[in-house]
């Protein structure tokens, strides 16, 4: 089996969530954040509101999900058992 030679690098894969986690929760108030007051700013309403903040919210998962994919590279998350560190 392909996958049996490989093991979970832990410390880099706490690094990546911890990193994940604190990044994810800034990007995603800062896209609340946004919709709010860019609503507010121009009494929009708040359907606009809230869809301000839908389209705000997927631009800051996509990137989130960028940061993941280059983060797991610089930290690989799998180790091979005969590879040497």
Do not use: H
């Not at 996958?3 to 894969?13: A, E, F, Q």
């Not at 990044?23 to 896209?31: D, F, K, M, Q, W």
Request: hydrophobic content about 55%; some cysteine.
């Amino acid at each position: 089996m392909p996958s049996s030679d490989k093991s979970i690098n832990w410390p880099s894969l706490i690094t990546v969530c911890s990193a994940a986690i604190l990044i994810g929760t800034e990007l995603l108030g800062a896209a609340w954040a946004s919709g709010w007051a860019l609503a507010g700013f121009f009494q929009l309403g708040p359907t606009v509101e809230v869809v301000l903040q839908c389209v705000f919210g997927l631009v800051a998962f996509y990137a989130i999900f960028v940061f993941l994919r280059q983060a797991s590279r610089v930290e690989p998350i799998f180790k091979r058992e005969g590879a040497r560190s």
